[in-house]
């Protein structure tokens, strides 16, 4: 059974480009969350989709924004890139919102030059 | 709003010896989740025990178990027989329901070197 796939690994931005994070869950699993994780601030939660409903947002700006598809996979986009948005963005997937634990992927490391 | 305190940035322990990780949390919730996740270097957090708080019994997953005392708010993790495997960032969360779906919060994590 694949894992939780994050593409790209690494990504280079410069200030002010736009970028676009995949994450496709484990089959089966319909919810897939998002989270930014840096060394000062640790994982603060970004959002939570399930069947292509956003189901749950964070403290972000608008600059942050995601979607998912019908067949689960969800994407995350950062637009107006700032150097404060480097980090690394994992996702999460369950069955569905409940109380069960997440399966992670290995995150999208961003950069911002 | 809830908090979850992990105060030990770093620790070390040798190797087959016990190490504990300690938690706590602050909420006015009677009904929540808490949980231990793991993330090595390669970056990718994996589930390592997970507690209901309405259940009064210690989770337990081989080597590693927890200390979960809901009076004091507070949820340690305990591993016994370090292997050098365990090294890692860990990290405490808490969830409970809210709006019609579940909310996380997560500590700011604890690195654990095993040593040789």
């Known amino acids: 059974k694949a894992g939780v796939t994050q593409t790209p690994r690494y990504l280079i931005k410069t200030r002010g480009q736009q970028v676009t994070l995949s994450c496709s869950p484990i089959?089966?699993?319909?919810?897939v969350s998002w989270y930014q994780q840096t060394p000062g601030q640790g994982l603060q939660f970004l959002f939570e989709?399930?069947?292509?409903?956003?189901?749950n947002k964070g403290n972000f700006p608008g600059r942050f924004s995601g979607r998912q598809f019908s067949n689960s996979r969800s994407e995350m986009n950062v637009s107006t890139l700032e150097l404060g948005d480097s980090a690394l963005y994992l996702c999460?997937?369950?069955?569905?919102?409940?109380?069960?634990?997440?399966?992670f992927g290995s995150g999208t490391r961003l950069t911002v030059v | 709003a809830q908090t979850v305190t992990q105060s030990q940035p770093e620790m070390s322990v040798q190797e087959a010896e016990t190490v504990t990780l300690s938690c706590t949390y602050d909420?006015?919730?009677?009904?929540?989740?808490l949980f231990w996740y793991k993330q090595p270097p390669s970056r990718q957090m994996i589930l390592v025990i997970r507690?209901?708080?309405?259940?009064?019994q210690n989770a337990t997953e081989n080597r590693f178990s927890v200390n979960f005392q809901k009076a004091a708010k507070s949820f340690s993790l305990k591993i016994s027989d370090s292997q050098l495997g365990d090294t890692a960032m860990y990290f405490c969360?808490?969830?409970?329901?809210?709006?019609?779906?579940?909310?996380?919060?997560f500590g700011t994590g604890t690195r654990l070197k095993v040593l040789a």
């Open positions: 999460a997937s369950s069955l569905e919102p409940g109380p069960y634990g997440y399966t």
């Open positions: 989709y399930f069947s292509e409903t956003q189901r």
């Open positions: 909420t006015s919730e009677n009904n929540y989740y």
């Open positions: 969360a808490f969830m409970k329901r809210a709006a019609g779906t579940y909310k996380y919060i």
């Open positions: 089959s089966g699993h319909r919810s």
């Open positions: 507690q209901e708080a309405y259940k009064q």
